[in-house]
């Protein structure tokens, strides 16, 4: 289950965020685990995890060379508990104009 989330779920934010990160209320397999932005045309962008710092934790870094357009987004996600249960779901979010 998710406990938290950055950015927090229906945020509205005047800049895309430097990284995205969802804590978990258990352990999770971090080498099964994946993230993608889904865009506001559904164009997805699979993430790149960030090393595990944390066995509750996901995190990945936004490339700044690639900005992310006004919109609504989903930050989507889909781990592996360690007792073996696959989870999965979508954060929104939205990103103003500027």
């Known amino acids: 289950m998710v406990v938290g989330s950055d950015p927090p779920a229906g945020a509205e ?11 978990f209320n258990s352990r999770i397999d971090h080498a099964r685990s994946r993230l993608v932005l889904v865009g506001p045309e559904a164009v997805q962008q699979p993430l790149a995890l960030a090393p595990e710092r944390d066995p509750t934790l996901v995190e990945a870094a936004l490339d700044p060379a690639a900005p992310l357009a006004p919109g609504a987004w989903r930050l989507r996600w889909q781990v592996l508990a360690v007792d073996g249960h696959i989870t999965r779901g979508d954060i929104p979010f939205t990103l103003q104009p500027r």
Do not use: F, N, S, T
Request: aromatic share 0%.
């Open 13 to 23: 934010l005047a800049a895309a965020p430097p990284q995205v990160a969802i804590r």
